[in-house]
């Protein structure tokens, strides 16, 4: 008979992740493919991909690498088919637009301004509960309301 306790199992299904996933998504990426690819290629769903990211480095780094990947495969498709009859630009520039967001993404500055470019006007509106408001003060709301409305 020992005193050692009884070893803990783990809680959960044990993770599907191996490090060969790592150049497995690298060279799916230098293909064009996105992250649903890699996701079925390695038998998980997409959002595993980021699980494996936040508790493997080795796989958060090959993440960073693949999506370079991917970019740099757009990039040279969409450089190459500039010079061919048949390149639909269109396509080219939305599918950069939703894959690349953060380069391919144009924002459009608003600045607001008030009129000739001076300050905006603000005005501060004191909000009234008229649930609150007894019969007597519903009556002169009202009339005062109107009186405003008449006034104009």
Excluded at 50 to 76: C, G, I, M, V, Y
Aim: glycine share 6%; charged share 35%; proline share 3%.
């Amino acid at each position: 008979m020992t005193d050692e306790a009884p070893k803990k199992r783990p809680v959960g299904r044990p993770s599907k992740y191996k490090p060969e996933f790592c150049e497995k998504i690298i060279e799916l990426a230098k293909t064009g493919a996105g992250m649903v690819e890699w996701a079925l290629a390695c038998d998980v769903d997409r959002t595993t991909l980021f699980d494996w990211a936040a508790s493997h480095e080795d796989f958060s780094t090959a993440l960073s690498r693949a999506k370079l990947e991917e970019q740099r495969w757009w990039e040279q498709a969409g450089r190459g088919g500039m010079y061919l009859d048949k390149f639909n630009a269109l396509v080219w520039k939305t599918s950069m637009q939703a894959r690349f967001r953060d380069d391919y993404t144009e924002r459009k500055v608003t600045e607001v301004s008030g009129p000739d470019g001076g300050a905006i006007k603000t005005e501060s509106v004191t909000k009234i509960d008229t649930r609150e408001l007894d019969e007597n003060q519903r009556e002169a709301l009202k009339a005062a309301l109107m009186a405003a409305v008449e006034s104009k």
